[in-house]
């Protein structure tokens, strides 16, 4: 088990530093953490070693969102994340059991989308599907409590929002999807107008609330070779929806961190300088190294991330920490850069490892 003596040392959240930095205005005073998400088995695992709960009432109705606090501060984040509530989308999915090395931590199974096809196969699916409500009271629920309990020296991270490329291929099915953009573009588009229609609504509420700080959508649309559609058909049906996104939130004075697995290298350019994205996030070493990444785009827009998970899984602490060390050095001077996996903490990471990865973030001086 490693010391974490970094995790000893006294922290106190700074959500206008972390906005600041991922603004780029200049190196920060400490490093800042950032990730998409902890998986619950992650979370539960932290809380119980380090009795995070302590002096918390299970009674009180809001002791999830305490407890959910007190986790991210005890890690060193200068945020706590929510999502719009009650957002439900029929796809088509399977399950397979969980092989995780962290038995302890094993959920029992994961899903994933089918593939193949998907709810909507033709004009007639897609008239009949039935979309979520973007007016719905319910969706801003999560958002309207921690708008008015968050405490004052963290800020607000909205995510579970700009699902466009993976919402085309989870609708029509990935498979569905490449066939009809041959036979139909049509039909196509008409789901990507659709999307976009939704989620300009759900951003406008969401930016209604003064405590949010950062939209972050997530939005995977590559895999390890390039995109999942053709760059033109990219830049066609999915980034339209990420430019409407990142144009609201700049409207109304927020930031716009973007969350998209894959080799992303063909849009790249449109994602920085057109759609304006003020960081990207998601990173691994196969693809592409957070450290080179620095050195190219990096210098335009901020990255979120970049620990290679694979690396976390198969490497000893010492090897970790000296990771941590070289990414700092080359990613911290001038700001723009967030500490953390490259791309969530998964129960499979074993949590000594994730944490030796923390604990050196903490201790790092520059």
């Known amino acids: 088990?490693?010391?974490?003596?970094?995790?000893?040392?006294?922290?106190r959240p700074d959500g206008q530093a972390l906005i600041d930095n991922?603004?780029?205005?200049?190196?920060?005073?400490?490093?800042?953490?950032?990730?998409?998400?902890?998986?619950?088995?992650?979370?539960?695992?932290?809380?119980e070693r380090f009795d995070l709960d302590k002096g918390l009432n299970p009674n009180d109705p809001d002791y999830g969102r305490k407890l959910f606090v007190?986790?991210?501060?005890?890690?060193?984040?200068?945020?706590?994340?929510t999502?719009?509530?009650?957002?439900?989308?029929?796809?088509?999915?399977?399950?397979?059991?969980?092989?995780?090395?962290?038995?302890e931590l094993s959920r029992g199974d994961r899903h994933y989308r089918d593939e193949h096809v998907g709810p909507i196969a033709n004009r007639e699916d897609f008239e009949k599907y039935p979309w979520p409500d973007p007016n719905a009271p319910e969706l801003t629920s999560d958002i309207e409590w921690w708008n008015k309990n968050l405490p004052d020296d963290m800020c607000l991270v909205v995510w579970g929002i700009g699902h466009f490329c993976e919402h085309l291929s989870w609708l029509l099915g990935y498979e569905t999807l490449c066939y009809t953009l041959y036979d139909d573009r049509g039909l196509v588009k008409a789901i990507a107008d659709r999307l976009c229609e939704y989620y300009e609504a759900v951003n406008r509420r969401i930016l209604e609330f003064e405590r949010v700080s950062i939209l972050f959508p997530s939005d995977d649309m590559g895999y390890r070779g390039g995109t999942l559609i053709s760059p033109d058909d990219t830049r066609e049906f999915c980034l339209p929806g990420h430019k409407m996104t990142v144009r609201m939130a700049h409207?109304?004075?927020?930031?716009?961190?973007?969350?998209?697995c894959?080799?992303?290298?063909?849009?790249?350019?449109d994602l920085v300088d057109d759609c304006k994205i003020?960081?990207?996030?998601?990173?691994?070493?196969?693809?592409?190294?957070?450290?080179?990444?620095?050195?190219?785009?990096?210098?335009?827009?901020?990255?979120?991330?970049?620990?290679?998970?694979?690396?976390?899984?198969?490497?000893?602490?010492?090897?970790?920490?000296?990771?941590?060390?070289?990414?700092?050095?080359?990613?911290q001077a001038g700001g723009g850069y967030c500490l953390g996996t490259g791309n969530s903490v998964a129960n499979y990471i074993p949590l000594d490892n994730y944490l030796a990865m923390v604990d050196e973030g903490r201790l790092y001086g520059g």
């Open 1 to 11: 088990m490693p010391k974490l003596e970094g995790l000893r040392k006294p922290f």
């Open 22 to 47: 991922i603004a780029r205005k200049g190196t920060p005073r400490r490093v800042h953490n950032m990730e998409l998400f902890h998986d619950p088995e992650v979370r539960a695992a932290i809380i």
């Open 70 to 81: 007190a986790f991210h501060r005890f890690l060193g984040f200068d945020y706590v994340y």
């Open 83 to 103: 999502a719009p509530s009650g957002q439900n989308w029929p796809f088509f999915g399977a399950s397979t059991q969980d092989t995780g090395d962290v038995s």
């Open 251 to 260: 409207d109304a004075g927020r930031l716009c961190v973007l969350h998209s």
């Open 262 to 269: 894959g080799n992303l290298e063909s849009i790249i350019d």
């Open 278 to 331: 003020d960081a990207k996030h998601s990173f691994e070493d196969t693809i592409e190294d957070v450290r080179e990444a620095k050195k190219t785009y990096g210098r335009k827009t901020a990255l979120i991330g970049g620990i290679d998970v694979d690396f976390l899984c198969r490497s000893d602490e010492k090897a970790i920490r000296k990771r941590v060390r070289e990414t700092l050095d080359t990613c």
